[in-house]
C-alpha cells in the first residue's frame, strides 16, 4: 500500500460513477469518485455521509417521540371511543365526552409512556450490535460502523465479512464470496480484479461485490461505488418491500385478535337489538353497546407486548445476552434443544500450544518455527490457533525479522488447509508452509521428515501417523498437521502447489473444559435443554471433552455417516445422538432441520463462517459478541461471552418474559369478558342499564393500571423450567372458564342487589362498580401463577398498584364531586360488606376452578406444533 499516490484535491466535485461500474477501468473509477489508493479524509467522508445519507437499506428511523403518540390512537379500539366521544359531543352531552376524552388520553397515555422506554431500549441494544468495517481514512487503516461507509471509501474484507456495500474489486487473494441471498446461486464465486463489458449479468461479475452477500475465504481491497439504498441489494428491497416472516407469538396475537372481534360484534348486536326491542333512548344503547366492545378488549395489549418484550431484552441485556429482534425472545423461551460447538462453551475457549513435535510425536524447534511463521503472515481468518501459535514462538525468542511474505493461499472448508509461502529476505528458494486438519495435510504429502532428511511416505508411515493422531485426540488434544515443501522462486502460488509436500510433525493444543460445564448442563437440563455437540473436531477429542463434562461420548455421529443416510434415517438418528462430529456447514443445516422435523425447537450456538447456514435454520440463532460478520448477522440473540451458563439466564429471561404476556392476555380477557357477559345478559331484564357508558369505561381504565405491572411480575420456577408456547386454543378455553366463573358470581350479585337489598339504580351501578373492580383486581392475583395464590408472590409494582386501585374503587363512591361526575352514590354499609363477601367468594371459587382446570388431561398433553423463527 505504499506504493499509493497521495490523495487528490477533497475540495473537486465528484463525478458520479457510471452505474456499470464494473465495466469500468479501477484508476478511472478511483478519478471519477474522487478517492484515491490510500481512501477519503475523514473530513471529506463526513461531507459524503451527509450529502447521501446513511449506508443501510430500509432502515427504521427511531420512533420520534410525535410519531409514537400518534400510534396510540391508531388502534380501533381507541378509534371507537373517539367516535363515541364525538357523538357524545354533537347531542351536547359535555359530561360524556369529556370523560371519553380523560379515558383516551389516560389509556394512550400510559401506552405512550410504555412504548418510549421499550423503543429506548432497543435503540441502546441495537447500538451495541452496530457492524464495522474495516475502512482506509487518511492514509491509515481502522475501523468505522458499516453504516458510515460512502462511495469513494477503500474497505478490507477477509473470511468470515459480510460485504458492507456495492464496489469494484481492486486487489484479491483467493477471495471467494457466497452471492446466495442475491443470485440463489449456492456455491461461493472467486472475485478478482478486472473489466468487464457493460451487459455482464450480476451471477458473472467478478470483479464486483455486492451488499449483503459474504466472503468465503481470502482477502481483497474493495473500492465502495453505491451504499445504501443505491445497492443492488437496496433495489430489489425497494422493489419488494415485503413484511418479514410472522412469528409463532405474532401470528397467535393475530389470531386472537379476530377471536375478539368475532364476540365484539355478537355483543354489540345483541346488545342494540335487546335495548331497542325495549325502547330505550338509542344513543344510550350505542354508547352502552360501545363502550361494552371496549371493556372486554385489552387494549393495552400492544404496549403491554412492547414493554414486556422490551424490558426482558433489558434484563437479559445486563446478564450479557443482547437480543437483535424483539420478537426472537419467544423461540428462545420455546427452545429444547441447544446444538452447539464445544469450544469456548464446553471448554475454556482459551487455546495453547501444548507442543509442536515431529513425526514420532518429540518436541521439535524446527516445526515450532514453521508453525510461527505461517501464524504470524497469515491475514484470513483470525483465530484463537494461531493466536496461540505467536504467542508460543514469541515465548522462544522466535520472530518474522529476516523472513519476507510471498504469498498465501487462504483457508477454506473444503481443503481444511492454511498455506504461505515465505523466503529469506536475503534472497534464496520459497517455501511453502501448511498446516490445517491431520487428514487433509496428510492427504498431499509424499515424504516424512526424519531430522534433516525426507523419507518416503509409505502406508506403513501413514497408519503410524494415523494412529498416533487418533492417541492424541482421545487425551483431549486437538491436533493439527504441519507440512512444508520448496518451490522455485515466484511470485504467486495456487492450491495445485499443495502437493508431494514433506509431512514435518503434530501441532498440539490444549483447550481444557470448563470447571462449570457440568454444573451448566444440568442446569440446561433442568430447563428442560438438551444438548447436541455440533463440531469440526474429530471425534477423539469431542468424545473425550464430552465424557469430561457428562455427556454420552457413545450416541456418536460422524459427518462421513451423515453424507450415507438418507433424511428419514437422520430423523430416526438424530434424537438419540448426543456428538455430531467431523462437520461441515451443510451437515450442521441438516443436522437442524431434522430436529425441527421431529418437533423440537432448535436453538444453535456458532460463531464462525462455517456457522452461518445452520444459525439461519435454527428456530433461534445464538451468537457470540466476537463472532464473525456472517454469523453474528444471522444470529437472533448474541452472547456477550461464550458461555453456556449467560446463555441458561437468557432462557429464563425469555421463558419469564414470553410467560407474563400471556399471563395479561389471559387474565385481562377472561375477567373482561366475564364482566361484559354479565352486562349484556343483565341489560334485557332491568329496567335500566347496570353501568352506564362512563363508568364502563373508566372501570376498564382503572382495571388496566395495576395489569400493566404484569411485564414486571414474578414468574413461578415451575413455568421457567419448560418451553413456553402460544395455544389459541387454551386461551380461548382459559377465556371461557374463568369468564363465565366470573359471571356467575356476576349474576348472584345482581340478585343481591335487586332482591335482598333493593337497590336503586344509582346504588345498583355504584355497587357493581365497586364490585366488578375489585373482581378484576382479585383475579390478577389469583390467576397469575399456577399454583396456590398464597405460595407464589406477586411483583412489588403489581401489589403496590393493586392495592392502590382497589382503595380507589371502595373510596370513590364517597368523593363526592368525581362521584356525581360517573353518577355514583355512597352505599350503606351493610350493602358494602356483603359485596366485599362476594368478592371473597369469587377469588375462592377461581381458585378451586383454577386447580382444577389445571388437572385437565388437555393441560397434561399439549400436542407439538410447528414453530417459525423470528422475522429478521
Not at 396510540?72 to 373517539?82: E, W
Not at 513435535?357 to 515450532?368: I, K
Not at 363512591?813 to 359485596?835: D, E, H, Q, R, T
Not at 371459587?845 to 388437572?855: P, W
Request: proline content about 5%.
Amino acid at each position: 500500500m505504499a506504493s499509493r499516490p497521495p490523495p487528490p484535491d477533497a475540495n473537486a466535485p465528484v463525478a458520479a460513477p457510471e452505474a456499470a461500474f464494473w465495466s469500468r477501468e479501477p484508476a478511472a473509477l478511483l478519478d471519477a469518485l474522487r478517492s484515491s489508493r490510500q481512501g477519503l479524509s475523514s473530513g471529506e467522508a463526513a461531507k459524503r455521509l451527509l450529502r447521501d445519507g446513511p449506508n443501510a437499506i430500509d432502515e427504521e428511523p427511531a420512533a420520534s417521540l410525535a410519531r409514537l403518540l400518534l400510534r396510540q390512537f391508531k388502534s380501533p379500539l381507541v378509534l371507537i371511543l373517539v367516535f363515541g366521544g364525538l357523538v357524545s359531543a354533537l347531542l351536547r352531552d359535555w359530561l360524556d365526552a369529556a370523560i371519553i376524552l380523560v379515558v383516551v388520553l389516560g389509556s394512550s397515555g400510559l401506552g405512550f409512556l410504555q412504548e418510549t422506554r421499550a423503543s429506548n431500549a432497543v435503540a441502546q441494544l441495537r447500538g451495541r450490535l452496530a457492524l464495522t468495517a474495516r475502512v482506509w481514512r487518511d492514509e491509515a487503516l481502522c475501523l468505522r460502523p458499516t453504516r458510515d461507509l460512502v462511495a469513494g471509501d477503500l474497505i478490507e474484507l477477509a473470511a468470515g465479512h459480510l460485504v458492507p456495500a456495492d464496489g469494484l474489486v481492486l486487489e484479491a487473494r483467493d477471495f471467494l464470496v457466497s452471492e446466495a441471498s442475491l443470485t440463489g446461486e449456492s456455491f461461493p464465486v472467486e472475485k478478482q480484479p478486472g473489466q468487464l463489458p457493460v451487459d455482464t449479468p450480476l451471477a458473472r461479475r467478478i470483479n464486483a461485490v455486492y451488499l449483503g452477500t459474504s466472503v468465503r475465504s481470502g482477502t481483497a481491497t474493495v473500492l465502495v461505488v453505491h451504499t445504501g439504498e443505491h445497492t443492488a441489494f437496496g433495489a430489489v428491497a425497494q422493489r419488494l418491500r415485503s413484511a418479514p416472516p410472522e412469528t409463532e407469538f405474532a401470528r397467535g396475537v393475530q389470531q386472537f385478535g379476530v377471536l375478539l372481534l368475532r364476540v365484539m360484534v355478537v355483543m354489540v348486536l345483541f346488545t342494540l337489538i335487546v335495548n331497542q326491542w325495549l325502547g330505550r333512548p338509542w344513543i344510550e344503547s350505542m354508547l352502552f353497546a360501545v363502550a361494552l366492545a371496549v371493556g372486554l378488549s385489552p387494549e393495552l395489549l400492544p404496549a403491554i407486548v412492547s414493554v414486556t418484550l422490551s424490558a426482558g431484552a433489558r434484563r437479559m441485556a445486563q446478564r450479557g445476552v443482547i437480543v437483535r429482534h424483539l420478537e426472537a425472545i419467544e423461540n428462545l423461551g420455546s427452545m429444547d434443544v441447544l446444538c452447539t460447538d464445544k469450544t469456548g462453551t464446553l471448554t475454556e475457549g482459551t487455546m495453547v500450544l501444548d507442543a509442536a513435535t515431529d513425526p514420532e510425536g518429540n518436541a521439535s524447534a524446527e516445526a515450532l518455527r514453521l508453525a510461527y511463521l505461517n501464524a504470524a503472515f497469515e491475514t484470513g481468518i483470525d483465530n484463537p490457533l494461531d493466536a496461540a501459535l505467536v504467542s508460543a514462538g514469541e515465548s522462544a525468542g522466535l520472530a518474522t525479522q529476516g523472513q519476507r511474505k510471498v504469498d498465501e493461499i487462504p483457508y477454506d472448508f473444503m481443503r481444511k488447509r492454511l498455506s504461505i509461502v515465505v523466503a529469506p529476505e536475503a534472497g534464496g528458494p520459497h517455501w511453502l508452509i501448511t498446516k490445517g486438519a491431520f487428514d487433509n495435510v496428510l492427504a498431499v504429502c509424499t515424504t516424512l521428515a526424519q531430522g534433516a532428511a525426507e523419507v518416503p511416505l509409505d502406508d506403513a508411515a501413514r497408519a503410524r501417523l494415523t494412529q498416533a493422531f487418533r492417541d492424541q485426540g482421545r487425551q483431549g488434544l486437538r491436533v493439527l498437521a504441519l507440512a512444508t515443501r520448496r518451490l522455485e522462486p515466484r511470485a504467486t502460488c495456487t492450491r495445485d502447489d499443495e502437493a508431494g509436500m514433506c509431512f514435518v510433525g503434530f501441532l498440539r493444543f490444549l483447550d481444557p473444559p470448563k470447571a462449570t460445564a457440568r454444573a451448566t448442563l444440568q442446569r440446561l437440563a433442568a430447563l428442560s435443554i438438551t444438548i447436541k455437540v455440533v463440531t469440526g473436531d474429530n471425534r477423539f477429542v469431542a468424545a473425550h471433552v464430552a465424557e469430561r463434562v457428562g455427556l454420552d461420548a457413545r450416541a456418536l455421529l460422524t459427518g462421513d455417516e451423515i453424507d450415507g443416510m438418507k433424511d428419514e434415517a437422520l430423523w430416526h438418528r438424530v434424537q438419540r445422538t448426543t456428538l455430531f462430529v467431523e462437520v461441515d456447514p451443510q451437515h450442521k443445516e441438516r443436522i437442524v432441520r431434522a430436529l425441527q422435523h421431529v418437533g423440537r425447537g432448535v436453538g444453535y450456538l456458532g460463531d464462525g463462517i462455517n456457522d452461518a447456514p445452520a444459525l439461519h435454520a435454527a428456530d433461534v440463532g445464538i451468537s457470540v459478541d466476537g463472532a464473525v460478520d456472517v454469523a453474528r448477522d444471522s444470529a437472533d440473540v448474541v452472547l456477550l461471552k461464550p458461555d453456556l451458563d449467560v446463555l441458561c439466564q437468557g432462557v429464563e429471561e425469555g421463558r419469564r418474559t414470553f410467560a407474563n404476556t400471556l399471563k395479561y392476555i389471559g387474565i385481562t380477557t377472561s375477567a373482561n369478558f366475564g364482566n361484559m357477559v354479565s352486562m349484556a345478559l343483565a341489560a334485557p331484564l332491568l329496567p335500566f342499564l347496570p353501568l352506564a357508558a362512563k363508568q364502563i369505561l373508566l372501570n376498564n381504565f382503572l382495571s388496566d393500571l395495576p395489569s400493566a405491572a404484569i411485564s414486571s411480575d414474578r414468574v413461578d420456577a415451575e413455568r421457567l423450567a419448560t418451553a413456553q408456547h402460544w395455544d389459541l386454543r387454551d386461551l380461548r378455553r382459559y377465556m371461557l372458564v374463568f369468564g363465565l366463573t366470573s359471571t356467575v358470581f356476576d349474576l348472584l350479585t345482581f340478585g343481591l342487589l335487586l332482591k335482598v337489598f333493593h337497590a336503586t339504580e344509582a346504588q345498583f351501578q355504584t355497587a357493581w362498580f365497586t364490585v366488578s373492580l375489585l373482581t378484576e383486581l382479585v383475579v390478577v392475583l389469583v390467576l397469575r401463577t399456577h399454583l396456590p395464590a398464597w405460595r407464589s408472590r406477586p411483583g412489588t409494582t403489581l401489589w403496590v398498584t393493586t392495592l392502590l386501585v382497589a382503595g380507589i374503587a371502595l373510596a370513590l363512591p364517597s368523593v363526592a364531586p368525581v362521584a356525581a361526575i360517573f353518577g355514583l352514590v355512597a352505599l350503606p354499609p351493610g350493602l358494602v360488606a356483603s359485596m366485599l363477601l362476594v368478592v371473597v367468594a369469587y377469588a375462592a371459587a377461581t381458585e378451586f376452578t383454577k386447580r382444577r382446570y389445571y388437572r385437565l388431561p388437555h393441560r397434561r398433553a399439549a400436542p407439538r406444533r410447528g414453530r417459525r423463527r423470528a422475522a429478521r
